[in-house]
């Protein structure tokens, strides 16, 4: 069976057609243009669905991977940096309109099963794909299975607290690991620090800086009281990073042993590693849902 994945981003909607052996076939990026509303997005959609699928004769899968979470039972999105689609019911919107069953996860999941099955986790049974982007999130997969748990978070570890007492999160709770370690959140300590209001790329050249030290440090503990709690609860066999945060080299080995520093127990050997797919994986994970 063929399979296609879309991956529906703030900026972009990344198509994609695997074949049978998960190979790809074609793959296409285009804008999301989320200004001009959720009925341009749906159609947007809908039009790579076709151009996929286009003189095909097999049948096809079809998965969409979305920027925000959903409800599990109604498939309702409640939150997405795509303002547009809060609300809507994409998942039935498009199942209507093609006349197809749709499979949909969040891009975090699509990130997990896309490297646990194609990329980094390969040969490893449980999978821990942690995203550390504009925003913090994961998904857990089992033996090749995404794992959601019975409210459909698992993984959610971005949305845990590691300061009873810290910033407020967007998602009502306050001191989540997403206000302390996300792209953005790290730029905003550095202005705190300094006053300056620079990328995160820019800061990380910053070495010399008197602030930047502190800046790392507090960084690499953040980093670490948030995985170090995934491991003392799901404990799994890998962690993957991927997102804009994952490309700092440092997260790999200081990061790492500060991790390792908070696991209960000796001889920790969790691997933390990087992801293998890069951008592409949350597309890829898409089309591999069914």
């Known amino acids: ?27 296409e990026r285009i804008l999301t243009e989320k200004q001009k509303g959720y009925n341009f997005i749906l159609n947007s ?9 286009f003189n095909l004769k097999e049948e096809t899968s079809i998965g969409i991977g979305i920027n925000g979470t ?71 997969v089992i033996n090749g299975k995404l794992f959601n748990g019975k409210l459909g978070v698992a993984g959610e570890w971005g949305h845990h607290s590691i300061n009873p007492n810290g910033r407020k999160c967007y998602c009502g709770n306050v001191g989540c690991v997403d206000t302390y370690i996300s792209g953005p959140s790290l730029e905003l300590h550095w202005y705190e620090l300094t ?31 948030g995985l170090s709690n995934v491991i003392n609860i799901i404990d799994p066999d890998v962690i993957i990073l991927g997102g804009g945060v994952s490309n700092i080299p440092f997260l790999y080995n200081e990061g790492k042993e500060a991790v390792y520093r908070k696991i209960v127990g000796h001889n920790v050997e969790t691997p933390i590693i990087s992801n293998k797919l890069g951008d592409s994986s949350g597309v890829i994970g898409a089309a591999l849902l069914n």
């Open 1 to 27: 069976m063929y399979k296609i994945g879309i991956d529906l981003g703030g900026t972009k909607i990344e198509s994609i057609l695997l074949d049978e052996n998960n190979l790809i076939i074609k793959k």
């Open 70 to 140: 959903f409800l599990k039972k109604t498939g309702t999105i409640t939150h997405s940096s795509t303002n547009c689609i809060i609300g809507t019911n994409l998942k039935n919107d498009l199942e209507s309109k093609l006349d197809q069953k749709i499979s949909m996860e969040n891009d975090a999941n699509c990130f997990a099963i896309a490297e646990a099955n194609l990329g980094s986790g390969q040969g490893f049974t449980s999978v821990f794909g942690a995203i550390i982007g504009t925003g913090v999130g994961a998904g857990i």
């Open 45 to 53: 959609i809908i039009s790579q669905i076709k151009e996929m699928s």
């Open 195 to 225: 006053g300056e209001q620079i990328p995160l790329k820019s800061i990380l050249n910053f070495t010399s800086n008197m602030h930047f030290k502190q800046w790392k440090s507090e960084f690499l503990e953040n980093f670490a009281i």
